[in-house]
Nanobody
Framework: QVQLVESGGDLVQPGGSLILSCSAP????????IGWSRQAPGKEREGISC????????VYADSVKGRFTISRDSAKNTVWLQMKDLKPEDTAVYYC????????????????????WGKGTLVTVSA
């Protein structure tokens, strides 16, 4: 069982930056594709980014493309979501999720089917 832990959520002003992290204490994530989804108040959960287990492919939703960057470090067993130029509409609970050796090609539409999920971290963008 993969237990994912997100951290880094905070209150930030519009235009600001945050870095979210996703880890799995005691579990090796090397063979797992990792994604980030978010759920804003009153809205459906949205898949926003994915990185393959190899780290060679990433995908982004149009809503975050050019502002968010997903990356992973095998030595630290961690996946990061770097977020810049944050907007009030980025306010949401952010979840990382994982599945063994899958591609990211369909992640944005099928993120809800990922096998393992963290409990989420809250990002609030407000002046």
């Amino acid at each position: 069982q993969v237990q994912l832990v997100e951290s880094g959520g905070d209150l930030v002003q519009p235009g600001g930056s945050l870095i979210l992290s996703c880890s799995a204490p005691g579990f090796n994530l090397d063979e797992y594709t990792i994604g980030w989804s978010r759920q804003a108040p009153g809205k459906e959960r949205e898949g926003i980014s994915c990185i393959t287990y190899s780290g060679t492919r990433t995908v982004y939703a149009d809503s975050v493309k050019g502002r968010f960057t997903i990356s992973r470090d095998s030595a630290k067993n961690t996946v990061w979501l770097q977020m810049k130029d944050l907007k009030p509409e980025d306010t949401a609970v952010y979840y990382c999720n994982a599945e063994f050796r899958v591609a990211c090609d369909h992640y944005l539409d099928a993120h809800y089917a990922m096998d393992y999920w963290g409990k989420g971290t809250l990002v609030t963008v407000s002046a």
